[in-house]
């Protein structure tokens, strides 16, 4: 391994050591020289990497952003079954990369407010919801998705589907949800 290799990886082991830690800890009960010591390296050598703790909590939530910004839509896919096949995939890579779920806690936890107001800039540039409101309506106009608000149907979406992250977070046993119950709620009957 490279020497350029070897800092790429020891940088994102203190980013996914952060992450955990925000989200077992809490961001303010979290110390840089608990990160340091849990990755294991000294906090000296750890400030090469980040100058500081609230440098990690951005490029966090930068991560997240940009994982989220790779939701998209296609036009020949029908909405129903692009719900649903990405539901599978988000759960399955999830399965395979448990730091997914604790993303997902920490982008909630940027998007209510109370860790930086930077941080929930970058978190609130996503628009899942005007997005998937989108892929609602065009349901709703084919006939798929039952009638109502699709900007509350896609909130409600998004909440079920932010609910389900933080208890697989937070229960490492439970069992992914069948895609198909969740988009249900939007089908019509």
Not at 67 to 81: A, H, K, L, Q, W
Not at 133 to 141: E, N, P, S, V
Not at 161 to 184: R, S, T
């Amino acid at each position: 391994m490279t020497r350029k290799e070897q800092k790429e990886e020891r940088r994102k082991a203190i980013l996914m050591t952060a992450l955990r830690l925000f989200v077992e800890r809490g961001y303010y009960d979290t110390k840089i020289t608990d990160i340091a010591e849990s990755v294991p390296m000294s906090t000296g050598l750890m400030f090469h990497y980040f100058e500081s703790k609230e440098e990690l909590l951005f490029e966090l939530v930068k991560m997240g952003a940009e994982g989220t910004r790779s939701f998209s839509m296609t036009e020949d896919v029908p909405p129903e079954i692009f719900l649903k096949e990405f539901l599978k995939k988000l759960f399955s890579f999830a399965k395979d990369q448990p730091w997914v779920f604790n993303m997902f806690v920490l982008m909630g936890q940027a998007r209510r407010g109370g860790l930086s107001e930077e941080a929930k800039k970058i978190a609130d540039s996503i628009d899942s919801i005007g997005s998937t409101a989108k892929m609602i309506k065009k349901g709703q106009d084919s006939g798929i998705f039952r009638d109502g608000d699709a900007n509350l149907m896609s909130r409600c979406f998004w909440a079920s589907v932010q609910g389900i992250m933080e208890e697989m977070a937070l229960n490492k046993e439970m069992k992914a949800p069948d895609p198909e119950w969740i988009v249900a709620m939007l089908l019509k009957k």
